[in-house]
């Protein structure tokens, strides 16, 4: 019998609802499941930066540094990150910033849908934190992806209330030296999010709205103003990290412009895939109008950001009809050159998916664990610190004085 459409709106409720149940019945079973990273041997000696392990045991036997877990046969059973950032803070070698360094912003952004950009900016974000970097994830897209995969259920842990959308349009009942409110915990001590919702993407409308209205009464300042709402929003709570990573949506309107504005270096992945090439084109055509715009009216006063591209989606084995990977590869190498950063993304399926059910990224996870070969593991964690070790020396170094003067005392070039 077919259904009238109050009936057919009662089925689709019905989906919502067991939609979440079954989320919520995933995100308990990985919080109960996913045991921490532990960091033992030469990666604990790496990680915290010392020359060698018996440096860390005898401050633990001498109670400078608290004492280690042990398992049930009096071995150690490895330092969790959290007793990581102790050791580096005890002996002096955190790598975060100097106070006199400023924080940087960094954005994955394109235009096109499933070019990795959430992915790439959520193992980013736990790659810089396992080093003993102060993260922020701030997620810009209503479908939340990058909130759900820190742990939150979108729309039920996060509304928008506690997303940045009402610092972003100015709301005034959210003045914004109340942004720390909206700032959260995830799995990680020294990994924090601001979640997303689905009402951002009203935020798009509303601020589409002002720029009209700005245009109407020819308020240039007003105008300006409205590109910069997120890197207005994020200019004090920085200060509390080394690293801010934006992640937004896949298309061209005023929030993902807000999101390459606030960023100090805009990274585009772009897939190593025929099809999904043609679009680069698009993009860089899209941001190119916009950018005019904005110099045309403000000059240099609106600083673009840097901007890289980064291959993405490598898969050297994959052909499809026309051209390879390794091909599309190598025309993204020679077009955008030195803007194109050495390193690329390989894909990594099994190993992606299967994280992504446990919420978890490679760099959180010990070796055998979340039904994660330790071969593809150890082939993941080479590839994606391969890429992020590229963006710290390229898009994050460059800007910290801190680093360039303890490089230069360790004859580092
Ligand atoms: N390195 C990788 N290897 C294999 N699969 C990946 C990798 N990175 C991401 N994926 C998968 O590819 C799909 C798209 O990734 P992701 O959501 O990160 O893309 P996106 O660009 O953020 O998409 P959108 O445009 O919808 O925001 C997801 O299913 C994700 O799990
Ligand atoms: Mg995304």
């Known amino acids: 019998m077919a259904l009238d459409n109050l009936q057919k709106i009662e089925e689709v409720d019905r989906w919502i609802d067991a939609c979440g149940d079954y989320l919520e019945g995933q995100q308990e079973f990985a919080n109960e499941f996913v045991e921490p990273r532990r960091y033992k041997g030469n990666e604990l000696v790496e990680v915290v930066g010392v020359t060698a392990l018996a440096t860390i045991h005898t401050a ?11 398992n049930e046969n009096n071995r150690r059973l490895g330092a969790t990150l959290g007793q990581v950032l102790t050791m580096q803070d005890y002996f002096g070698t955190s790598p975060c910033r100097q106070s006199d360094d400023e924080p940087q912003i960094l954005s994955f952004i394109n235009f096109k849908g499933g070019c990795y950009k959430s992915t790439t900016a959520l193992y980013a974000g736990s790659y810089y934190a396992n080093l003993g ?66 009402d951002l993407a009203g935020v798009e409308f509303s601020l589409s709205n002002e720029v009209v209205e700005s245009r109407i009464t020819q308020d240039k300042a007003a105008m300006a103003g409205v590109f910069f709402r997120v890197r207005e929003a994020l200019s004090s709570i920085k200060y509390n990290y080394d690293l801010v990573i934006l992640d937004g949506t896949p298309s061209l309107g005023l929030l993902p412009l807000n999101i390459i504005l606030a960023s100090d270096t805009a990274i585009v992945p772009v897939p190593t895939e025929a099809t999904d090439f043609a679009s680069t084109r698009s993009f860089c055509k899209l941001y190119k109008q916009q950018a005019e715009i904005l110099n045309d009216a403000f000059g240099d006063d609106v600083p673009l950001p840097d901007m890289f591209v980064l291959p993405t989606r490598y898969s050297p084995s994959e052909h499809n009809a026309t051209v390879s990977s390794q091909e599309i590869l190598n025309a993204v190498r020679e077009i955008f050159n030195v803007k194109c950063l050495d390193t690329v993304i390989r894909k990594h ?57 303890w490089r230069e005392e360790r004859g580092i070039v």
Not at 363 to 375: I, P, Q, Y
């Open 60 to 70: 633990e036997k001498e109670g400078r540094l608290p004492p280690p877990d042990l």
């Open 133 to 198: 970097y102060r993260v922020l994830l701030v997620d810009l897209d209503p479908q939340a992806s990058l909130t759900l995969n820190t742990g939150l259920f979108p729309d039920v842990d996060s509304s928008y209330e506690s997303s940045l959308a009402p610092y972003i349009i100015e709301d005034v009942d959210h003045p914004l030296e109340n942004v720390e409110a909206v700032v959260r915990k995830t799995h990680l001590p020294n990994m924090d999010i601001i979640p997303a919702c689905l």
């Open 349 to 405: 399926e099994s190993v992606v998916s299967n994280l992504s059910f446990f919420r978890r990224t490679v760099f959180d996870v010990n070796a055998g664990d979340c039904n994660v070969s330790r071969d593809a593991r150890k082939k993941a964690i080479a590839n994606f610190s391969t890429v992020f070790n590229e963006i710290l020396e390229k898009a994050v170094f460059p800007h910290w004085e801190s680093k360039r003067v």
